[in-house]
């Protein structure tokens, strides 16, 4: 199984409003449709998956994440991409943050 590079093209540390939506985006090279992805979150120090979706024909992926960390709470986020259970690639962690 190739190993795959896994890039935001969203901000590393994203701050947003309370109970707003926001989105995560990158891409995955080499670029092959139907990737499976997912995005995890830290939760006291383990991974857990939150959402899955594909990819695109050029590689790109898209959350729209509806629920946001309660206001003046950072949650840790990561991006992995997934094939026939196992991990090909893993992007640069970031933040969310929300605030009232």
Same mark, same amino acid.
């Given at each position: 199984?190739?190993?795959?590079?896994?890039?935001?093209?969203?901000?590393?540390?994203?701050?947003?409003?309370?109970?707003?939506?926001?989105?995560?985006?990158?891409?995955? $090279?080499?670029?092959?449709?139907?990737?499976?992805?997912?995005?995890?979150?830290?939760?006291?120090?383990?991974?857990?998956?939150?959402?899955?979706?594909?990819?695109?024909?050029?590689?790109?992926?898209?959350?729209?994440? $509806?629920?946001?960390?309660?206001?003046?709470?950072?949650?840790?986020?990561?991006?992995?991409?997934?094939?026939?259970?196992?991990?090909?690639?893993?992007?640069?962690?970031?933040?969310?943050?929300?605030?009232?």
């Amino acid at each position: 199984i190739l190993p795959r590079v896994v890039s935001l093209l969203s901000a590393s540390a994203i701050s947003t409003k309370a109970g707003k939506r926001y989105k995560v985006v990158g891409v995955v $090279r080499p670029a092959k449709a139907g990737l499976t992805v997912w995005r995890q979150s830290l939760v006291k120090g383990a991974w857990k998956t939150r959402q899955a979706t594909r990819t695109s024909d050029k590689g790109r992926y898209r959350f729209v994440v $509806r629920k946001t960390p309660k206001p003046g709470v950072t949650g840790t986020y990561r991006v992995l991409v997934v094939k026939k259970g196992t991990v090909v690639g893993v992007s640069p962690q970031f933040t969310v943050s929300a605030r009232r």
